[in-house]
């Protein structure tokens, strides 16, 4: 029986796209209609607002490309530091198993998905937590 690739992270990646995709749509509702009521002379709540809903959106992706770039910087650094090591072991000592076990199909399709599955993490997290944090506030705001 083959056996799928799962893990807590994915599973924790999937709660956190989950809450995304609740929490997105219901910011830009919350502020489209902040925008409509404003009208033509918004007051200085409401240019705050939305000078700071651009100024966010730069942060966050900013920081998601960064995180997403360290970490397909250290996926390269650990796949060529595994290269290095065996290729400086002398051909003697090697085993086909060792090669095996560090380039087979299923250990190196395994490691690809871990490090990709970490690369979507980090770029998720800033953007999870602003989204998330803008819903909730302008949640508490509209009751006001």
């Given at each position: ?16 796209a989950a809450e995304l995709?609740i929490a997105a749509p ?119």
């Amino acid at each position: 029986m083959r056996r799928r690739f799962t893990s807590r992270g994915s599973a924790r990646s999937l709660i956190k796209a989950a809450e995304l995709s609740i929490a997105a749509p219901q910011v830009i509702a919350m502020r489209t209609a902040r925008m409509m009521a404003a009208g033509h002379t918004p007051g200085a709540r409401d240019r705050s607002e939305f000078s700071r809903m651009g100024a966010e959106k730069l942060e966050a992706f900013t920081e998601a490309w960064m995180a997403m770039a360290a970490q397909t910087f250290k996926a390269s650094q650990h796949f060529g530091q595994q290269w290095g090591l065996l290729a400086m072991r002398p051909w003697w000592l090697a085993s086909a198993a060792d090669y095996g076990k560090l380039f087979g199909a299923r250990a190196t399709t395994a490691r690809a998905q871990r490090l990709a599955l970490g690369a979507f993490e980090q770029a998720m997290a800033p953007v999870h937590k602003r989204a998330t944090a803008n819903a909730r506030r302008l949640a508490r705001a509209k009751k006001r």
